[in-house]
Nanobody
């Protein structure tokens, strides 16, 4: 099947860290920009980070800048999101998405969505 599978979510205390992975099956990520999005209860889905097809450029939402790092390993067909200094407001379901563009991560350009992984930041 053509799909993206996220993993690495879980429960973590404020100030802690998690590393999310997004692995593609049935297609290659080489020519897609990859975005991480999140949706908290009662909130709209928002963009978190974006990485270009080659990994040469990255972008972050202001709310996570300096705390989160996006990276990709095209040889492994996988994208990562390292999340440090987590806050309660980071609690959400996190989704990765393959975007039909080499370097932008507009929601409307998404070809494939992952199923999501839950991140809960709580003491």
């Amino acid at each position: 099947q053509l799909q993206l599978v996220e993993s690495g979510g879980g429960l973590v205390q404020p100030g802690g860290s998690l590393r999310l992975s997004c692995a593609a099956s049935g297609f290659t990520l080489d020519y897609y920009a990859i975005g991480w999005f999140r949706q908290a209860p009662g909130k709209e889905r928002e963009g978190v980070s974006c990485i270009s097809y080659s990994g040469g450029s990255t972008n972050y939402a202001d709310s996570v800048k300096g705390r989160f790092t996006i990276s990709r390993d095209n040889a492994k067909n996988t994208v990562y999101l390292q999340m440090n200094s987590l806050k309660a407001e980071d609690t959400a379901i996190y989704y990765c998405a393959a975007v039909n563009h080499p370097y932008v991560c507009y929601d409307s350009y998404v070809d494939y969505w992952g199923q999501g992984t839950q991140v809960t930041v709580s003491s």
